[in-house]
């Protein structure tokens, strides 16, 4: 038999095979093992086009990054232009929740997140932020765009005092007053919009501190 006209693997195959089974077991299926008898080929085969678990968790963090839309920093006022950004960080980890817990258990030096952040950081220095402010509020804007995907990807309303209303009265009062647009996403998109747009307003308030 001939060589085959295109190589059985590449580099993009790879990390394409590990962010399905990600996203269709979970983290921990993340195995190099378990990417190679997805592919039907020797997990040795897998070292000639990454150089490890570590490579590939880099690889999937790049493809998601790239949806994340940093431009409005240079065009938009920053409070405007962060909640762009939170907003296209969010769709960007939207269909991949499951790699969350993989992208922040490692340091990172991938290019397409970093050019990212330093769009962040050139607006937030024009917005009178000080470098040493500048970690912290990233850290906080990206805890709450990540803990606010991790909410949307579970049960629509996560708590529910039905049948205990004598115990919960104040709390089912509440629950029973929920009223949302949609009724597929009650609690996490409406919350999402109020936290983002309070957590900004806070972040310029301190500021002007």
Known sequence: MGR?????LSRALIVETALRLVDREGPDALVMRRIARDLDVNPSSLYNHVESRVDVIEEIRGIIS????????VTE???????????????????HPRVIPLLTSQVSTSPVILRVYEQFTLAANRAGWADSDILPVLTALESFILGSVLDM????VLFNPRGQE?????????FSALKAVDQNDPVAGPAFELGLRGLVRGLLELRAL
């Open 166 to 174: 004598a115990e919960f009265p104040a709390f089912f009062r509440a």
């Open 66 to 73: 790239a949806s994340i839309d940093g431009e409005a920093f």
């Open 153 to 156: 990807s579970g049960p629509t």
């Open 77 to 95: 006022p920053w409070a405007d232009a962060v909640i762009s950004w939170a907003h296209s960080y969010r769709s960007a980890f939207a269909a």
């Open 4 to 8: 085959p006209s295109e190589p059985l």
